[in-house]
């Protein structure tokens, strides 16, 4: 598995984690092919507002966001030894951080969370209905608490 890391801002947010282990951690737990790849960039506010305003149709910045590639509705299908593009995460640390402030989290376990969220998502997990937030959150905890060995709630 590869996980690509583009630290175009503020790469002192991405030291405070690891974020090659933790995407990792995700894919593994969630079934993902060997030659699984995914990219995770940590951009600026302007940034993730113009790609959340492009994509998504919503004209603010927000935490995170995921860009599916190959898709998973069929499990994770991808041709023996075939590359397996899982998608992109664009992190704004600066909305993590004062997410962080807010909700009395450290900055890294802010960056943390969203990490798994975006992954998460590319994956095929959403919470759109209370249901699906309920099973995507439990999850989140989940894969923290055991990636951290600590328990893990926001």
Avoid at 30 to 57: C, K, M, W, Y
Avoid at 120 to 126: P, R
């Amino acid at each position: 598995m590869d996980v690509l890391i583009q630290c175009d801002y503020r790469p002192e947010a991405a030291s405070l984690i690891d974020v090659e282990g933790l995407a990792r951690h995700v894919m593994t737990s969630q079934g993902a092919p060997a030659q699984a790849e995914v990219s995770v960039s940590f951009v600026t506010d302007e940034r993730i507002h113009e790609l959340n305003r492009d994509f998504r149709g919503i004209d603010r910045p927000t935490d995170v966001l995921s860009f599916e590639c190959d898709g998973v509705e069929d499990g994770f299908a991808a041709p023996e030894g075939a590359e397996f593009e899982l998608g992109d995460v664009v992190i704004a640390p600066d909305v993590a951080e004062a997410q962080a402030g807010a909700y009395g989290m450290s900055f890294a376990d802010e960056l943390s969370l969203l990490l798994v969220h975006g992954m998460l998502h590319l994956c095929g997990y959403d919470h759109l209905q209370p249901d699906e937030a309920e099973e995507m959150e439990g999850l989140e905890r989940e894969l923290l608490t055991s990636f951290y060995g600590r328990p893990f709630e926001r």
